[in-house]
């Protein structure tokens, strides 16, 4: 995700034009700029294409049609970005939560079971970003002993995996009287937000935004473009290819920033800033525990440590 500061507009518009976004608007405004320029010589030089005529008030009402096709695409696509955000939004705290209760119930000197909540819960957040972006390997997960990676190995769904292993340590304490029954309960309901945390993570990926509405919107973009040069001709001549890439610029580019941000959980600039998550969850964590991280691994969690995740 790109981190930015909101009130230094000439960085940012900078920045936003160096990213594969813009490069692919820009390639588009290309083809746009081509059409543009055949239909005003065209039509200015040689073919009257008579679609000069076309009233100002049939494009008025497309514009119309447009805008609102355009305003509630950004917003389905900004819900899912923002829904994304406020599941992990909730893991961060849920995280931080168990590793609260841990610390308060575990004795000073259980130093095994302290070090194992802290890498176990810490191993959730990065195996969940592992798995919205099918990466596969549990090369960013810590573990106490070889045998727990051998046993994490077998899960192909490796949150569960994870969450698995909190449960049956949790079950361990519980029977050996280090957890009371009514800690018991309320410790079920935090684990059990993990997997209901996936779960939303996974509902907004598998359900991407219906393919005809979203061929809809690009195809009705395509005709406003398309008409757009032979209704303003007569009143700016060759002004018209300048307007005609400026309006398509805001159209396609909304588009465009549409499709990038209602999957927040990719790898692209505009995603969610899952890598610092996870890293701010593993810091906080280990913290509340008392165990020690490196120095890189708290400077790596810090918003600004880097520009794009």
């Known amino acids: 995700m790109i981190i930015y500061k909101s009130k230094a507009w000439l960085p940012a518009l900078w920045h936003f034009h160096t990213g594969p976004t813009a490069i692919a608007l820009l390639r588009r405004l290309v083809v746009v700029g081509i059409y543009a320029t055949f239909v005003t010589i065209g039509e200015l030089n040689f073919i009257d294409f008579r679609l000069k005529d076309t009233p100002s008030s049939f494009l008025q009402a497309m514009g119309i049609l447009l805008s609102l096709l355009l305003i509630f695409r950004t917003n389905t696509a900004y819900d899912r970005f923002y829904e994304g955000r406020q599941a992990w939004g909730t893991l961060v705290n849920n995280c931080r939560n168990l590793a609260i209760f841990f610390n308060a119930v575990l004795p000073q000197s259980d130093t095994d079971s302290r070090l194992f909540f802290a890498k176990a819960i810490s191993n959730f957040p990065f195996a969940l970003k592992n798995h919205l972006r099918d990466i596969p390997g549990t090369d960013e997960l ?41 800690q018991h309960i309320n410790l079920n309901r935090n684990l059990t937000v993990l997997m209901d945390v996936c779960g939303i993570c996974e509902r907004i990926k598998s359900t991407p935004i219906p393919f005809s509405y979203n061929l809809f919107i690009k195809l009705f973009i395509m005709i406003y473009v398309a008409i757009l040069p032979f209704t303003i001709i007569t009143a700016y001549g060759y002004l018209t290819i300048p307007a005609v890439i400026l309006t398509s610029y805001v159209l396609v580019g909304l588009e465009m920033i549409g499709e990038e941000i209602e999957e927040p959980f990719g790898l692209e600039r505009n995603d969610l800033p899952l890598n610092q998550l996870s890293r701010q969850i593993r810091v906080n964590v280990h913290d509340i525990l008392q165990i020690n991280l490196p120095p890189i691994e708290k400077q790596a969690a810090k918003p600004g440590f ?3 995740t």
């Open 306 to 308: 880097t520009i794009v």
């Open 142 to 182: 810590d573990v106490v002993e070889e045998v727990d990676r051998r046993s994490l190995d077998k899960f192909d769904h490796k949150p569960a995996g994870v969450t698995s292993q909190l449960w049956v340590k949790t079950e361990m304490l519980y029977r050996a009287g280090h957890i009371s029954e009514s």
